[in-house]
T-cell receptor, first 111, second 112 residues
């Protein structure tokens, strides 16, 4: 199974800032892409799927660049509650091959 | 709606003792099931996954084993725990390999 790479951070940003995370993946055959959020000492939770045309959910925007094999997550108007680790997730291959989780990027939003 | 239950939430075990962690899913049939371990400050490590009853794929050689005795039940076991088995154990389910996984609350295991 191929790798998913993320900048581990931490990203320390003030409230209201815009922050972007990038993630690269090595399996060019990957078709499914997701961002998860994991709070300290909690389970990961699905934040959003990433679609080819890019997609937005409130303050969160996800983009996919298949040619360069990277995915991005943009968070606008950061809130204190956005502090968490953000995991980039890519499907590992065809059929029932499990998803591959990146190690995550840690975000701290500071008052 | 689908729910996933994992227990216990925390567990403290002595070195050399056995382990059994259970995970059950409700509200769906024939889910894919997964066991992960996460060491403190580290990423998720996939331990086992199952696409059907009695079908287990092992990702990492270790002293752990998994079983799926029923469609929506996934069990993680060890005969003799090591100090290195400490960590946060997470069970997850999905409807397919390329679909989002949904996690249980996790079990925090400490080995003394």
């Amino acid at each position: 199974r191929k790798e998913v790479e993320q900048d581990p951070g931490p990203f320390n940003v003030p409230e209201g800032a815009t922050v972007a995370f990038n993630c690269t993946y090595s399996n060019s055959a990957s078709q499914s892409f997701f961002w998860y959020r994991q709070d300290c000492r909690k389970e990961p939770k699905l934040l959003m799927s990433v679609y080819s045309s890019g997609n937005e959910d409130g303050r969160f925007t996800a983009q996919l660049n298949r040619a360069s094999q990277y995915i991005s997550l943009l968070i606008r108007d950061s809130k204190l509650s956005d502090s968490a680790t953000y995991l980039c997730v890519v499907n590992g291959g065809s059929g029932n091959t499990p998803l591959v989780f990146g190690k995550g990027t840690r975000l701290s939003v500071i008052a | 709606s689908q729910t996933i239950h994992q227990w216990p939430a925390t567990l403290v075990q002595p070195v050399g003792s056995p382990l059994s962690l259970e995970c059950t899913v409700e509200g769906t049939s024939n889910p894919n099931l997964y066991w992960y371990r996460q060491a403190a400050g580290r990423g998720l490590q996939l331990l086992f996954y199952s696409v059907g009853i009695g079908q287990i794929s092992s990702e990492v050689p270790q002293n752990l084993s998994a079983s799926r005795p029923q469609d929506r039940q996934f069990i993680l076991s060890s005969k003799k725990l090591l100090l290195s088995d400490s960590g946060f154990y997470l069970c997850a389910w999905s409807i397919g390999g390329d679909q989002p996984q949904h996690f249980g609350d996790g079990t925090r295991l400490s080995i003394l």
